[in-house]
Every structure is written in C-alpha cells, then in structure tokens.
C-alpha cells in the first residue's frame, strides 16, 4: 500500500516537473537556427528538446535495424538461426534480468515480489529449473505452502532437478510433522544424493525415531564413507544403534540374535553402559561369568554407575555379605574416589551390619556432595550404629529435599530421563544422553537407584520405631528411590 502511494506521488511529480521545465522553456527567448543545403530552419528552445529527444529514438531506432539487417544478412548466407538468436537475444536477456531481480528480492525477504519477478522470467526463457525453484523458494518465504509444492514437483520432472524438489517436499513434510512420508522422501533424496550431509542427517534422525536401527547403521556407515563423521563418533553412535538394535531383537524373543548384538554394542563402545549391562547378562545367561565381570569392570573404569553394580551382583544372586564384598573388590578398587563408588562400598558394609566401615567408605560425600541417596545411605548407617531417632530423622528431612544426583541427561536440549534411550525424548536428538548431575535440583528420581535391594537385599531392622512424627510413607519412598535401607 505504502509503494503504490509512493509510486503515484511520484508519477504526478515527474508530470508536474515536465510541465514546469515545458513552461520555462516557451517563456525564453532565441532558439537554433539550422542550414542545411540552402535551407534554413528557426527552432524555439522547447522544439529543440523535442528534436535532441526524437534524434536519440531515431538513432535507437536505427542501431536496432541495422542488427536485424546483420542478422537478416548471415541468415541469407546461410545460418538458420540467425533471426531467431537475434530475437532471442532479447527474450533472454529481460528473462535474466527479471531472474536476477527476483534473487534480489528474494535475498532482502520479498516474497511476493520474487514471485512475481520468477514468473516474469518464466515468461521470457525457457528455464524451467531455474525459474521454478525461485519460485518454490518465494512461495516458501512468502507463505504459500502450496504453490510451493507445485513447484517443487515440476522440478521432480528433471533428472538434474529431482534432488532438489524431493528435498523441497521432504522438508515441506517434516515442517507438517508427517514424518512417516518425510522418511520415505529422504530415502528417495538419498538415493539420488548419499553424499549429501543434510539428506544423511535428516534420514538417520527420522529411522531413529522410527526404530529402524539396521536402516539407521548403513545411514551411519555412509556418512563416514563420504566423510561427514569422524571415526570415534561413528565408532561410538553406531555401538547406541547395534545396542537399540539388540533391545528390538530381545523385545521380539529375539534370544541368541539379542545377546550376540548386545555384546557386538559393547565391543565398540565399552564405555557405553547401556551395552555393558546388556552384554554382561548375556554372558551370565550363557554361564560365562569371568567375560561378563571383565565387560562390567572396563565399564565402571570409565564410568561408574549402579546399573553396572545391579548387574555385578546378578553373577552370583545368592551370596553372603562378606563374600559379596571381597568379590566387589574388583569394581571397588577401580575409580575408588567417585560418588558411586563410596556409596556402592557403604551399602555393601550396611548389608554386611559393619556400620563403621559404612561410615568410613562414605567419608565426606555428605557434605561435599550430598543428594538424597547419599543422605539416605548415611540415615541408614546412624540407625544401624544405634543413633536417636531425632538424629535419623534429621537425615531423612535432608535426604527428601535434596538432589537426586546423576541422572541420564541430554546434552542438547537439557531434558531428564529416567532411563537410557538412544535418542532424546524431547529433541530427538541420537546418542546425546549423559549421566551427570542435572543442572536443576527438582528433578525425577532414578529407576535404577534403588541399589541396595538390587545388591544386597534390605538390612533387617532390629532397633526401636521411628518416632510417630515421621512420615513412614515419605521414609520408605527415599529409601525405594535413592538406594538406602528400610529404617
């Protein structure tokens, strides 16, 4: 609205102003004065701007006859396609300039006016790939999502143009949130395009989230082949894919298939404690006990956590305390400084009635780094060393406000999971999770935290009841969340 009012001031300024300059010229005086061959011409000032004006029309006029009479002349001396270069001369070089205007505006956020310049060059070459996706990328920007769409599905019609409107309609899609159809395009575009890192991306993102793990792994392998992942990533992400794949299988009663998936998930990633538990029950299951120790100790090397103790324990169920915690030697000894080990140590020595040593393994982790097990664990040591209830309580009330420490956390979008899932819940991003301590201290409780009952079984309480004034429904949700013993 605004550039049409501009547009009409300015045409009524142009005319005024001409009309201003025809005025000033009639009011002078004099004029030119011609001779030519005898004859003499008088010209007042405003004639002699008509005739500076006509000569300059005559004189185009001229230059524009004179190469059609060129072409005219080469067509005769035989070029067919002299008349025809000439015209087109003309056609093409307003159709490139509309093409470039419609870039223009296409850059500086002009939709509608791209469009309206990508038609005009339609009009003028014979560019059906360079016009039509001018005006697919307009009609994006300027909304019209369907017009859009049948742009880019001209562009379907050209091998050298397929790529680019099945990407169009593939992003198109994913923006509808009609994934199941955007995964079928990007397996199209990247079959027409495997080395391209955007179509790889989309397509690995979207088979994730579909579970297509194996479709998932040759996307992977394809991205290092053309170079677009490092080798330790590779390495690394697609030991989360064979290990997803190995759940689907075990989901299936896949049996043998899963626990050799499994321990092939491990073997690339050791690190990874996902595929560590998982491999290690494998083996337990096929009555190799020492490979799965091996498994679950160059894990907690790396990072100790309590699935891996949980599973620890699974090699021999039935186990008296004090074996339990010679044969706990070897994960102990390992990483002997972490949160997770010190807890794991004071819950072996609970289980095994040495309060003391309970004590001493926990050492200041209440204070340094205190969440809601590490309090519980510490409630559960001061009432097994005969501690008042006043004093136990106190841990309690502690431990229900406090952390509750490492969880499994997504690198990209900050989101927390109670378990360990290949891609995020909430941002769909591949092998982002982390087990670390949340940036938050309001966040949900593990599902794997409750690691005394998984690795020694409940303490028997043989002290007096807790004051009536503590909620035991509030104690006993503390100790089932964070690992600790029933008081």
């Not at 560019?127 to 049948?150: C, H, I, S, V, Y």
């Not at 075990?250 to 499994?262: K, P, V």
């Not at 690198?411 to 670390?436: F, R, V």
Request: hydrophobic share 45%; proline share 5%; net charge negative.
């Amino acid at each position: 609205m605004l550039w049409s009012l501009i547009k009409i001031v300015l045409f009524f300024a142009l005319i005024a102003a001409a009309s201003f300059g025809a005025l000033e010229l009639l009011a002078l005086e004099g004029g030119m004065r011609i001779a030519i061959a005898g004859q003499e011409f008088s010209l007042s000032p405003l004639q002699v701007v008509i005739a500076l004006v006509l000569l300059v029309i005559a004189v185009w006029i001229g230059l524009k006859i004179l190469g059609f009479l060129a072409a005219t002349f080469r067509f005769l001396n035989g070029d067919e396609t002299a008349i025809s270069r000439y015209f087109d001369r003309n056609r093409e070089r307003k159709g490139f300039q509309a093409l470039a205007d419609g870039m223009l505006a296409l850059a500086s956020g002009e939709g509608r006016l791209a469009m309206a310049k990508a038609a005009r060059a339609d009009r003028y070459l014979d560019r059906p790939d360079l016009t039509n996706l001018l005006t697919a990328q307009a009609a994006e920007m300027a909304g019209d999502k369907r017009k859009a769409e049948e742009a880019y599905k001209r562009l379907l019609t050209e091998d050298r143009t397929r790529f680019v409107g099945v990407r169009g309609i593939m992003k198109q899609r994913l923006a509808a949130g009609e994934t199941d159809k955007a995964l079928a395009l990007a397996k199209t575009a990247f079959a027409l395009k495997p080395a391209h890192e955007e179509t790889q991306d989309v397509l690995l993102k979207l088979q994730a989230q579909d579970a297509d793990w194996k479709g998932a792994r040759e996307t992977l392998n394809a991205k290092l082949k053309h170079g677009a992942l490092p080798r330790d990533v590779h390495k690394r992400r697609d030991a989360v894919l064979a290990l997803s794949e190995a759940k689907g299988v075990l989901a299936e009663d896949g049996g043998i298939d899963a626990q050799e998936r499994a321990i092939e998930a491990n073997k690339l990633s050791p690190d990874l404690i996902p595929a560590a538990v998982m491999a290690a029950r494998s083996y337990i299951e096929k009555g190799k006990p020492r490979y799965a120790t091996r498994v679950i100790s160059k894990a907690w090397a790396a990072r100790p956590h309590p699935d891996l103790a949980g599973v620890f324990a699974e090699i021999v169920p039935e186990e008296m305390p004090e074996k339990r915690i010679k044969r706990f030697r070897a994960l102990t000894k390992l990483n002997p400084n972490d949160p997770e080990t010190k807890m794991l140590l004071a819950e072996l020595n609970i289980a095994a009635e040495d309060f003391p040593e309970a004590r001493r393994a926990l050492g200041d982790l209440v204070e340094t780094q205190a969440d809601a097990r590490a309090l519980t664990i510490m409630a559960a040591v001061e009432r097994g060393e005969g501690a008042s209830d006043t004093v136990v309580k106190g841990w309690l009330a502690r431990a229900l406000s406090a952390p509750r420490g490492p969880q499994w956390v997504c690198e990209n979008c900050q989101h927390i999971h109670t378990e360990w899932t290949p891609t995020c819940d909430n941002c769909g991003a591949l092998d982002t999770l982390e087990w670390k301590r949340p940036p938050q201290s309001e966040v949900q409780a593990l599902s794997s935290a409750a690691m005394l009952p998984l690795i020694v079984g409940a303490v028997e309480d043989k002290s007096e009841p807790i004051d009536p004034e503590i909620d035991e429904a509030e104690i006993v949700d503390v100790t089932a969340e964070n690992g600790a013993v029933n008081s």
